[in-house]
């Protein structure tokens, strides 16, 4: 799942940003409202993070513009401004659900969760392949109907490879929708995270396409 947080506030923006990516996403930050609106037109959110007081463009005119141009991802918007007709203003514009700063961080992850249960709900609640199924809502997977502990980089990696099981995907590919912008990651990580999951589920599992990348097993 990959999250978009924006926020002008650095303090509170990196704070957010190491409690998603601590619970398995990927997120980008944008710092203005303009920024955001570039960001957004990409396409590739599963769930907004929104501030209202941004500068160069304000939280609800971005809100107005992603609804109209026909975005669907959640918007969970973040503000201090408390009074009812903000609030009534922010879902009246598209808003999905509302958290006034200060909020306490397990609270965030919880609505964040919630959001995301709807969105994955409207999909496709569970994935299946082979023996093992992926249930993005509860962040649970199962092999052979027995549950499989995973840290969540390894659960993030499974889902890419689940999503599309027939499909190759190369490092670039993997760590784009694994890791947010300025993650630092390591010439060799996506190996490390592909060598730690076959551990868990069955070294066959995973196959690799010599100088392409990795797919699941072929189910025949």
Same mark, same amino acid.
């Given at each position: 799942?990959?999250?978009?947080?924006?926020?002008?506030?650095?303090?509170?923006?990196?704070?957010?940003?190491?409690?998603?990516?601590?619970?398995?996403?990927?997120?980008?930050?944008?710092?203005?409202?303009?920024?955001?609106?570039?960001?957004?037109?990409?396409?590739?959110?599963?769930?907004?993070?929104?501030?209202?007081?941004?500068?160069?463009?304000?939280?609800?005119?971005?809100?107005?513009?992603?609804?109209?141009?026909?975005?669907?991802?959640?918007?969970?918007?973040?503000?201090?401004?408390?009074?009812?007709?903000?609030?009534?203003?922010?879902?009246?514009?598209?808003?999905?659900?509302?958290?006034?700063?200060?909020?306490?961080?397990?609270? +965030?992850?919880? /609505?964040?969760? =919630? *959001? $995301?249960?709807?969105?994955?709900?409207?999909?496709?609640? !569970? @994935?299946?392949? #082979?023996?093992?199924?992926?249930?993005?809502?509860?962040?649970?997977?199962?092999?052979?109907?027995?549950?499989?502990? +995973?840290?969540? /980089?390894?659960? =993030? *990696? $499974?889902?890419?490879?689940?999503?599309?099981?027939?499909? !190759? @995907?190369?490092? #670039?590919?993997?760590?784009?929708?694994?890791?947010?912008?300025?993650?630092?990651?390591?010439?060799?990580?996506?190996?490390?995270?592909?060598?730690?999951?076959?551990?868990?589920?069955?070294?066959?599992?995973?196959?690799?396409?010599?100088?392409?990348?990795?797919?699941?097993?072929?189910?025949?």
């Amino acid at each position: 799942m990959r999250l978009l947080l924006v926020e002008d506030d650095n303090m509170i923006a990196e704070t957010v940003l190491e409690t998603m990516r601590r619970a398995g996403y990927a997120i980008d930050w944008a710092e203005d409202g303009r920024a955001a609106e570039l960001s957004l037109g990409n396409g590739v959110y599963d769930l907004v993070l929104l501030d209202l007081g941004l500068p160069k463009k304000s939280g609800i005119d971005v809100l107005s513009g992603y609804r109209k141009s026909g975005g669907i991802a959640p918007v969970l918007i973040l503000t201090a401004r408390d009074a009812v007709e903000d609030r009534i203003r922010g879902l009246d514009e598209g808003a999905d659900d509302y958290l006034i700063k200060p909020f306490d961080l397990d609270e +965030l992850a919880a /609505r964040v969760r =919630a *959001l $995301l249960r709807r969105r994955t709900g409207q999909k496709q609640p !569970v @994935y299946a392949h #082979a023996n093992l199924t992926l249930n993005p809502a509860a962040h649970e997977v199962t092999m052979d109907g027995e549950p499989i502990a +995973l840290v969540p /980089r390894e659960f =993030a *990696l $499974l889902q890419v490879l689940i999503e599309e099981p027939t499909r !190759v @995907y190369t490092k #670039a590919e993997l760590e784009e929708k694994m890791y947010g912008w300025g993650e630092e990651v390591g010439s060799n990580t996506i190996e490390v995270h592909v060598h730690s999951l076959r551990r868990k589920i069955g070294a066959e599992q995973i196959v690799t396409v010599r100088g392409v990348g990795y797919r699941l097993k072929r189910v025949e």
